[in-house]
């Protein structure tokens, strides 16, 4: 089955990228995608998320989950910037002390 759907012309097209952390079981990843907002026959403005090869996937900033867990307990960042932020919240002890996260859940 093909989640490939007509879009209308007036929509409006962004290229974005997000890094993500799952709080979880840790797993930091960033992915790019083709935003597609548009305005339906109803007049209701909506957005479409599609990955590299065009089909629709789940939108990393309104219905965000981690691939390696399926949690949904996430952070969403800027590109770029997961694996610095999983070293500081996840990360493995500095001078014998752990990662923010791991020193919050402890």
Known sequence: MSTKTKVPETSTLR?????CICL???HSWEQEYDVRRYV??????????T??????????VTRPYCPACESTVLRV???????SMARVLLGPPRQGRPGLLRRLLG
């Open 40 to 49: 339906d026959g109803r007049g209701v403005t909506r957005v479409r998320c």
């Open 24 to 26: 979880d079981c840790g």
């Open 51 to 60: 990955g590299g090869d065009g089909e629709a996937v789940r939108s990393p």
């Open 15 to 19: 290229h974005e990228a997000y890094s």
């Open 77 to 83: 960042l800027p590109a770029g910037t997961a694996t």
